[in-house]
């Protein structure tokens, strides 16, 4: 459906690169990353109060991801 939120898993990972994988250069790159969308207004529609905002972008989850990515 291309409704949830993906900032959790994405964050999650980044938490099993410091934790498990002791590599705290790839956790903070993905938490930067996701820093950075959030800083540049893209939202999914969970995180707009009342589901409309005209100064955010709304994508769905695979356009969240996709931007975090590119931030990577």
């Not at 993906?6 to 250069?25: G, V």
């Not at 109060?49 to 955010?56: E, I, K, W, Y």
Request: aromatic residues 2%; charged residues 25%.
């Amino acid at each position: 459906k291309d409704l949830a939120n993906p900032i959790a898993m994405i964050l999650s990972a980044a938490l099993l690169f410091r934790h498990t994988f002791k590599d705290e250069a790839a956790a903070k790159e993905i938490e930067n990353a996701v820093q950075k969308v959030l800083g540049q207004g893209v939202r999914t529609k969970d995180l707009v109060l009342n589901g409309q905002d005209d100064s955010v972008t709304i994508v769905g989850t695979s356009g969240m991801a996709e931007k975090i990515l590119a931030e990577i």
